[in-house]
């Protein structure tokens, strides 16, 4: 670059960065965009901090596609002064090599190495995070750098995609000295970049070929339901497309792709929204390319010939959702209690399993006896063997064992033989019902297991999110004591985003939370605890909790300033960042 050149770019930087202006001649269009989108993410000029990630997973295609390329071109770059970096889709360095030492000092000086984020919110304008931020390559030189401790460097960054799906993977780039940079870096780093793509077309066929080869022995080996299932592909059999409606369909592979990132064979039952259930078999397929997906054989265990269309409406007191999933378990619940058969009512914690179980019993036998023996934290039979005769001789009531997957095993058999005497003596006794976690059946003994005929699931509040629009209303109404107290459609909006993985008890708490300040008028989505600013799939500990609100205030206090927030919670922006996305904490409307 003209040394001439280089003055007027170094003015205008410093033009822009004081006064806001600059001369669009004198800055390249691309430049000029990056360095607004810097000065709006508020990225310092005078230092370089970025978020660092300790073992970044390594064990990904980018990588094994990457690594032979990344050999050849290290070679033949000899002792040049050329580095060469490779990162994911978000600029995360996963690898870098340099075989000049004072290169390779400067490059650990501005912690472009293994580890450290590149992306342009950290950053600002640099060859890796500019180039993923408008998904095409780029070059940046010298002063075009919005950090000040880059200027010395020039750099071309190339996205690699998926040869299938197009979606980003990652970045090839090419960091050398600013005095020794030239339009052939841009060159050089597009042709590594096709090379490496290359590698990924042949490793993604040796996947899908060892997902297609499992999926034709699967298919030879029964007349059930198949699928093969990636990122990329789905294969269904004939029998899926026979047995199974569209709706079926979706929900299986839905439910299908939650079991196989487990990596291990994991066995299923689950409502689908026809009404029919299905038991899922789910084993992951892996070649030497790297892990390929996994194939999946279904069969139904319970048809849906007398409820192909939605299931009827249950109008069950106490309770409220119209989802399919939701109705279905209503529906099937009820008629189950009118023909009093013994039945398992299985779904994670917090989807409303009592609450369903009180409102069937309200519809259906009204004043009759309820009782229900909770067996968390109660292994010893004469903690709850007393309760459990005296609740047994109630005449046409419901009792509920409510939690049985926590009763020891060596008291299954104990349990059994008292409810195999009511099942053969207590003709007039109580519809009894035993709550479990998923899958709680599993646990049980299969002599205790046999005393139940029938089993309904309860989905998870996820499976029927919409729901969420009736509840909400419904449980503020309960929460309130009936006062004037609504919540605005964008709130709702932000809690139709939330994962709540402790499903309908969650958003209740959470609510809960918000009727304790705020008695009456509109919920706007400031008034939410953080716990709904986040996108995490698992329920926090307490302390880990208490950590991710703290840092959730410190950021709407600091409007998403994520320096600002760092400094008031008394910790570097690479542990604020690194909590950020442990907690998958998400400022709605904030920039």
């Known amino acids: 670059m003209p040394s001439s050149l280089s003055e007027r770019l170094s003015a205008a ?22 360095w607004w989108r810097s000065r709006t993410w508020n990225i310092a000029a005078d230092h370089v901090e970025v978020p660092y990630v300790k073992d970044p997973d390594l064990d990904i295609p980018l990588i094994r596609s990457a690594a032979p390329v990344l050999d050849r071109l290290q070679d033949q770059l000899n002792d040049l002064a050329v580095s060469v970096v490779l990162t994911d889709h978000t600029g995360l360095v996963l690898d870098r090599r340099t075989q000049d030492g004072a290169l390779e000092r400067q490059l650990d000086r501005v912690q472009l190495a293994p580890g450290f984020s590149y992306a342009e919110e950290h950053v600002g304008t640099n060859g890796i995070g500019t180039a993923l931020e408008g998904r ?5 030189f010298g002063h075009e750098h919005y950090a000040e401790r880059l200027e010395a460097l020039g750099c071309a960054g190339v996205p690699i995609t998926h040869p299938v799906s197009g979606q980003v993977l990652g970045l090839l780039d090419l960091t050398c000295w600013r005095r020794d940079a030239s339009p052939l870096l841009m060159i050089l780093a597009k042709a590594t970049a096709q090379d490496i793509k290359k590698e990924l077309t042949l490793q993604v066929g040796m996947r899908e070929l060892s997902l297609f080869s499992e999926y034709l022995r699967a298919c030879r080996r029964g007349q059930g339901i198949v699928l093969a299932v990636n990122n990329d592909l789905v294969m269904l059999n004939e029998h899926a497309r026979q047995q199974l409606s569209p709706e079926d369909q979706a929900a299986l592979l839905t439910r299908s792709a939650e079991l196989l990132t487990s990596g291990h064979d994991s066995l299923s ?4 929204p026809s009404g029919a259930q299905a038991r899922l078999s ?12 996994g194939i999946v054989r279904a069969r139904l265990i319970r048809q849906a010939e007398l409820c192909t269309a939605a299931a009827p409406v249950v109008p069950l007191p106490g309770v409220v959702g119209s989802g399919a999933l939701w109705q279905r378990a209503c529906h099937l619940l009820s008629e189950l209690a009118r023909e009093r058969e ?12 009592l609450a369903m179980l009180r409102a069937v019993h309200g519809l259906l036998f009204g004043s009759r006896p309820w009782a229900v023996l909770d067996f968390t934290g109660r292994p010893s039979p004469p903690d709850w063997l007393p309760e459990l005769r005296q609740a047994l001789r109630a005449r046409r009531g419901t009792l509920v064992l409510r939690h049985l997957d926590r009763l020891p095993p060596r008291y299954h058999d104990l349990l059994a033989r008292l409810l195999g005497n009511e099942q ?3 003709r007039w006794g109580p519809w009894v019902v035993a709550t479990l976690g998923e899958a709680g059946h599993e646990e049980l003994a299969p002599d205790l297991l046999r005393r139940f005929a029938a089993s309904v699931s309860v989905p998870p509040l996820r499976h029927h999110i919409d ?11 309960k929460l309130s004591q009936g006062t004037d107290l609504g919540a605005a459609p964008a709130t709702v909006q932000l809690l139709l985003r939330t994962r709540w993985p402790g499903n309908v008890a969650q958003l209740e708490q959470v609510l809960r939370k918000v009727v304790h300040s705020r008695r009456s008028g509109v919920i706007e989505p400031e008034h939410l605890p953080p716990e709904c600013r986040t996108t995490t799939s698992r329920v926090l500990t307490p302390l880990e909790a208490m950590e991710r609100d703290t840092i959730v205030r410190c950021l709407l206090d600091a409007e998403n300033n994520k320096s600002k927030a760092a400094k008031a919670l008394g910790m570097s922006r690479a542990t604020i960042y690194r909590k950020i996305r442990e907690y998958g904490i998400a400022i709605p409307g904030q920039h």
């Open 424 to 426: 053969r003596h207590g």
């Open 13 to 34: 930087r410093e033009q822009f960065l004081s006064a806001g202006q600059v001369d669009a001649d004198t800055v390249r269009r691309s430049i000029l965009a990056s």
């Open 269 to 272: 039952t689950m409502n689908l």
């Open 282 to 293: 789910c084993t992951p397929v892996s070649s030497e390319a790297g892990r390929a997906g």
């Open 342 to 353: 013994w039945t398992f009512v299985e779904g994670e914690a917090g989807t409303g399993k």
């Open 136 to 140: 095409q390559p780029a070059a940046v």
């Open 467 to 477: 729901d969420i629009r009736e509840l909400v209303p419904f449980l503020l109404a």
